[in-house]
C-alpha cells in the first residue's frame, strides 16, 4: 500500500453520487410496486403475466443501456445523456399514473430507456472526473456505490411502502418527483469531464487485456453471487421465522444492505488515504467471498437460533467482497478505457453479467432442491478466481520488470 498525497475528492463526486441515490431511490421504488401494480384491480393481470412482463423489462434495460451509451459517447455527450435518461424514467414513472394497459406499456418503456440513458453515462461521467487523480478512483466508485445501495434500499422501504399503503398513484408520483430531483445537481453543475488520456504507460494489449478480464469478473462474480444467494435467503426466511434476537422478518432480508454501508464506509476512508493495485483488492474480494461461503457451509439446513451469528460473520464477509469487487471493477475500466468510449465499455460491462445469471437461471431448480451443492459450486469458483487472479498479478509483474 502507498500513501496518496495531493490528491482529494472534490464536490462533483458528492454532487453525481446523490444523483445516483435519487435516482436508485426512484427505480428501486418502482421496482418494487411493478408487479403488485400489474396484479391489481386496475390493470388485472395474472401473477405469470405479470412476472413475464417483468422479466422482460429487466433484461431490456441492458439492451437500453448500450443504446444509451452510445449516443451518450458518440452524439449528445454523457452529462446531457444523465439528465435526459432521468427525466424519461420520470414520465415513465407518472405514466404509471394512467390506469390502464397503454399507460403502463408506456411507462415501462420510457423507465427502461431513461434507465439506458442516464445508468452508463453517469458512470462513465463520474470515472472522467477522477482521470487526473486515478489512484483515488476506487475510493470514489466505492463512494458511488454506497449512494447506489442507500438508494435502493430507501427506494424499497418508502416508495414500496408508501404505494402499498397509500396507493399506487402516490407511489409512482413520488418515483417521478425523485427521478426528476436526481438530475437537478448535475443540470446545474458547472463540473468538466475529462475526455484525454491521462495515463498511457501500459502497451494497448495490456490495456485490453485488463479491460477483458473485468468484463470476466464481473460476470462470474455476479453469477457466483446468484448461487450463493440461493442458500442465503433460504436462511433469511428460516432465521426469521425464528425471530432471533427478536428482529422483524424484513431486517433479515436487507443485512447485505445493512452491513455493505458500514463496510463501505471504512473502505471508502482507507482507499482515499492509501492507494493499492486494483487487481490485489478483486482477489481479496474473491478470497473474502469463498469464506463467507465457507462459513455458511458450517450451518445445518435446519438451523437453530445459535447458528445466527455464523449467518451474520458469513453476511459481513460477503459485503467485504462485494465492495471489494463491484466499485473496482468501474475503476479498472475507467483508467484503461478510451475516455471517449467509456460509457460504451460500461454498458457492455452489464452484458456478461445478464449471461451469466441467465446460465444460472437454467440450472435454478436443481440448486434450489441442493442448496448446500449451490453453496459449494459458489464456493470453490471464488478460490478458483482467488487464484487465478494472484497469478496473473505475478505475471503481470514479471512483465512489469521487463518492460521497465
Not at 490528491?7 to 445516483?20: E, L, N, P, V, W
Not at 418503456?109 to 486515478?134: E, Q
Not at 474473491?286 to 451469528?309: C, D, N
Not at 451474520?312 to 471517449?340: D, G, M, R, Y
Amino acid at each position: 500500500m502507498k500513501r496518496i498525497l495531493d490528491q482529494t475528492h472534490d464536490k462533483y463526486t458528492f454532487i453525481y453520487a446523490c444523483s445516483r441515490l435519487l435516482e436508485r431511490t426512484s427505480y428501486y421504488g418502482l421496482r418494487s410496486l411493478i408487479v403488485l401494480y400489474m396484479i391489481g384491480e386496475s390493470i388485472n393481470m395474472t401473477t405469470q403475466e405479470a412476472l413475464q412482463i417483468y422479466g422482460w423489462f429487466t433484461v431490456s434495460i441492458v439492451f437500453s443501456q448500450i443504446l444509451g451509451a452510445l449516443l451518450g459517447d458518440l452524439l449528445v455527450g454523457n452529462k446531457k445523456s444523465i439528465i435526459i435518461g432521468g427525466v424519461l424514467q420520470a414520465l415513465g414513472a407518472f405514466c404509471f399514473c394512467i390506469p390502464s394497459i397503454i399507460g403502463l406499456y408506456i411507462g415501462l418503456a420510457l423507465v427502461v430507456l431513461g434507465g439506458g440513458f442516464y445508468t452508463p453515462n453517469i458512470i462513465a461521467h463520474f470515472g472522467k472526473l477522477y482521470l487526473n487523480k486515478t489512484k483515488l478512483l476506487d475510493s470514489g466508485f466505492t463512494i458511488f456505490y454506497l449512494a447506489v445501495n442507500v438508494g435502493a434500499f430507501i427506494g424499497v422501504v418508502t416508495i414500496g411502502y408508501l404505494g402499498e399503503k397509500l396507493g399506487w398513484n402516490i407511489g409512482f408520483i413520488i418515483a417521478g418527483v425523485v427521478a426528476l430531483l436526481s438530475v437537478v445537481l448535475p443540470l446545474i453543475s458547472a463540473d468538466q469531464a475529462n475526455n484525454q488520456v491521462v495515463e498511457k504507460k501500459l502497451p494497448e494489449i495490456q490495456r485490453a487485456l485488463k479491460v477483458l478480464i473485468a468484463f470476466v469478473i464481473v460476470g462470474l462474480f455476479w453469477g457466483l453471487y446468484e448461487i450463493s444467494g440461493i442458500r442465503f435467503h433460504d436462511l433469511q426466511f428460516k432465521f426469521g421465522e425464528l425471530a432471533v434476537f427478536d428482529t422483524p422478518k424484513s431486517i433479515w432480508s436487507s443485512l447485505n444492505t445493512i452491513f455493505i454501508i458500514p463496510v463501505s464506509f471504512v473502505i471508502i476512508i482507507l482507499w482515499t488515504y492509501f492507494y493499492s493495485n486494483q487487481f490485489i483488492k478483486l482477489a481479496i474480494g474473491f478470497l473474502f467471498g469463498a469464506i463467507s461461503y465457507a462459513v455458511l457451509l458450517a450451518i445445518p439446513e435446519t438451523p437453530t437460533a445459535q447458528y445466527s451469528i455464523l449467518y451474520l460473520v458469513s453476511i459481513l464477509f460477503l459485503s467485504i467482497s462485494e465492495v471489494h469487487i463491484a466499485p473496482v471493477i468501474n475503476s479498472v475500466l475507467t483508467q484503461h478505457t478510451n475516455p471517449k468510449y467509456l460509457a460504451i465499455m460500461i454498458s457492455i460491462a452489464f452484458v456478461p453479467i445478464k449471461l451469466f445469471l441467465y446460465i444460472v437461471g437454467l440450472f435454478n431448480e436443481a440448486l434450489y432442491e441442493n442448496s448446500s451443492l449451490a453453496l459449494k459450486i459458489g464456493m470453490i469458483g471464488m478460490v478458483v478466481m482467488t487464484i487465478g487472479l494472484v497469478m496473473y498479478i505475478l505475471i503481470d509483474k514479471i512483465l512489469t520488470r521487463e518492460r521497465g
